[in-house]
Nanobody, 122 residues
């Protein structure tokens, strides 16, 4: 399995933007479906976005549709999440993860990063 390390989290004001990165090590990054998930205090981990292995298909949860963009650069073995128009309810620890097939279910993702904190103030 690949090793995943997130970066780019931080504290921003509502309406601001942030870009998260997920650097992958290993030889098979391009074979994995990649996803972003988040977990807010006291809540279950939830799906945010996923992207197919070649980047041809993307899907987002309704709450971030139109504000977040998932992308990947297989040549650099890196996954991204561009977050615009951030809201306080976006505050959470964000995780990147790898799966064998397209899925929005946490159970289908076999490898996870350590997470990066995103805090949006009002």
């Amino acid at each position: 399995q690949v090793l995943l390390v997130e970066s780019g989290g931080g504290l921003v004001q509502a309406g601001g933007s942030l870009r998260l990165s997920c650097a992958a090590s290993g030889r098979t990054f391009s074979s994995y479906v990649m996803g972003w998930f988040r977990q807010a205090p006291g809540k279950e981990r939830e799906f945010v976005a996923r992207i197919s292995s070649l980047g041809r298909s993307t899907y987002y949860t309704d709450s971030v549709k139109g504000r977040f963009t998932i992308s990947r650069d297989n040549a650099k073995s890196t996954l991204y999440l561009q977050m615009n128009s951030l809201k306080p309810e976006d505050t959470a620890v964000y995780y990147c993860a790898a799966a064998q097939r397209l899925s929005s279910n946490t159970n289908d993702y076999s490898t996870w990063g350590q997470g990066t904190q995103v805090t949006v103030s009002s």
